[in-house]
Each structure stands twice: as C-alpha cells, then as structure tokens.
C-alpha cells in the first residue's frame, strides 16, 4: 500500500509544506492510526521533557506497553513509518 501524506508544519512562523510517499503495509498503517487517534489530545512535549532520559525509559503509560506487544518485525516498521510521518 502507498500511502501520501501531506502535511504543514509551521516552525518559526514559517509554514513548510511536506509531500511524503511511504510504502506501507496496511496492518502497519492501521497500528500507526491508532496510536495517532489515541494520543492526539497529549499535550505537547517540552524541554524538560526532552531533558528527562529517565522519564522517556521507565514512564511509559499501560495503553502504550499493551500497544507495543507485538512482534519484533511489526514494531521496527511502526517506528520506520513514524520517523518519516
């Protein structure tokens, strides 16, 4: 499945527009939605967080540990369809 993907991302006061192709398996695809639909009222990260190694190893919410219960190879194709959307 080829997915497109079109975004604009604002840095700066600069609005960039990004065209994305990926080919993407659709159970693939269909996990990325989820986590996207489960998470999409998080507030932002900020600085500390970024700053708080701990917190990004051993803070991590049940929905996301039952999340990513799945096998090694659908885990490493989340996190590549996640680097480039």
């Known amino acids: 499945m080829l997915v497109y993907v079109h975004s604009t991302r604002s840095s700066h006061h600069t609005a960039q527009l990004l065209n994305i192709s990926v080919q993407v398996n659709e159970s693939v695809l269909k996990k990325v939605i989820e986590w996207c639909e489960h998470h999409k009222n998080d507030p932002p990260a900020t600085a500390d967080d970024d700053s708080d190694s701990r917190k990004k190893t ?9 999340f990513m219960q ?16």
Do not use: A, R, Y
């Not at 051993?58 to 039952?66: A, G, H, L, M, V």
């Open 58 to 66: 051993t803070d991590i919410e049940e929905w996301d540990q039952k």
């Open 70 to 85: 799945v096998d090694q190879e659908m885990l490493f194709e989340i996190i590549l369809v996640s680097v480039v959307i």
